[in-house]
C-alpha cells in the first residue's frame, strides 16, 4: 500500500507509511494507526453553543473507512 501522495519511513527497523488520510500504515503488523480523532467533539460544542461545521465525525468515520478497506489492515489502533 504505497502511491505517490504516500511517504514511506522507518523507525526502529519497522517499516511504516504515512498516508495521505492522516493515518499511519504499518505492514507488518497489518495495522492502521489514526489519532485525535475527537468523534463527537463537533456535536458536544454545538450543543454547548459554540459554531461547529456539522459532519465532521460523518467525515472522520468515512475517512478511517476508506483506510481500512484500502489498506486491508487486521487492525485498528486509535491513539
Do not use: Q, Y
Amino acid at each position: 500500500m504505497t502511491g505517490p501522495t504516500e511517504i514511506v519511513t522507518a523507525f526502529a527497523g519497522e517499516r511504516l507509511v504515512l498516508l495521505p488520510e492522516r493515518a499511519l500504515w504499518w505492514p507488518r503488523r497489518r495495522s492502521l494507526l489514526v489519532a485525535d480523532v475527537h468523534l463527537g467533539k463537533a456535536a458536544s460544542f454545538r450543543r454547548n453553543g459554540l459554531p461547529v461545521p456539522a459532519g465532521t465525525t460523518d467525515d472522520n468515520l468515512a475517512r478511517i473507512d476508506a483506510c481500512l478497506a484500502r489498506s486491508g489492515a487486521e487492525r485498528l489502533i486509535c491513539l
